[in-house]
T-cell receptor, first 115, second 115 residues
């Protein structure tokens, strides 16, 4: 079974530029998550989708971050404009459904460096 | 708000020695607790989880964890560490939110294994 796919794996941009990350979850998984992992910290949930609807985006900095999952499958996360403090690994995860007993499977992440 | 504390940032053990990684949580209700492992350049992998019932939980790769409500702890243990266990370990507490769920991670413990 294929895992969660993410691209690109690495991205270097200058501050004030824009960037987008792509995630393809495991087939059949209804729930998709985006996490931000800053160096030395644990992952922090940015947004959670159930199919193509948002169920939690309370920690998403909406002035610069946006995310969509238009057809309830793959998803994109965008940052515009980027700041230095956005340097982090962005992890995508998926699960069969929302309840906690459904394991979240994580992708390898996209490492973003903002100069 | 729920929170997780992993008091040890780095731990070094010799191969074959026993291991215990500490995790303390703060959560008002019965917690849902998880341990994840992250190897370099890879996403997080679930080691084990606790929802209810037996307070000693068995996981993959020979790991186990014990839930102690009186101490608000969920420490991870392994009787004999292998060199391949070197990685970063994250404890997390789960919370059901409106329509979804949320994992709050600790800051992680980096495990080094000496041969």
């Amino acid at each position: 079974e294929a895992g969660v796919a993410q691209s690109p794996r690495y991205k270097i941009i200058e501050k004030r530029q824009s960037v987008a990350f792509w995630c393809n979850p495991i087939s059949g998984h209804a729930t998709l998550y985006w996490y931000q992992q800053i160096l030395g910290q644990g992952p922090k949930l940015l947004i959670q989708f159930q199919n193509n609807g948002v169920v939690d985006d309370s920690q998403l900095p909406k002035d610069r971050f946006s995310a969509e999952r238009l057809k309830g499958v793959d998803s994109t996360l965008k940052i515009q404009p980027a700041k230095l403090e956005d340097s982090a690994v962005y992890l995508c995860a998926s699960s069969l459904d929302a309840p906690l007993y459904n394991e979240q499977f994580f992708g390898p992440g996209t490492r973003l460096t903002v100069l | 708000a729920q929170s997780v504390t992993q008091p040890d940032i780095h731990i070094t053990v010799s191969e074959g020695a026993s291991l215990e990684l500490r995790c303390n949580y703060s959560y008002g209700a019965t917690p849902y607790l998880f341990w994840y492992v992250q190897s370099p350049g890879q996403g997080l992998q679930l080691l084990l989880k606790y929802f209810s019932g037996d307070t000693l939980v068995q996981g993959i790769k020979g790991f186990e964890a014990e839930f102690k409500r009186s101490q608000s702890s969920f420490n991870l243990r392994k009787p004999s560490v292998h060199w391949s266990d070197a990685a970063e370990y994250f404890c997390a507490v789960g919370e059901l939110t409106g329509g979804g769920n949320k994992l709050t991670f600790g800051t992680g413990t980096q495990l080094k294994v000496e041969l």
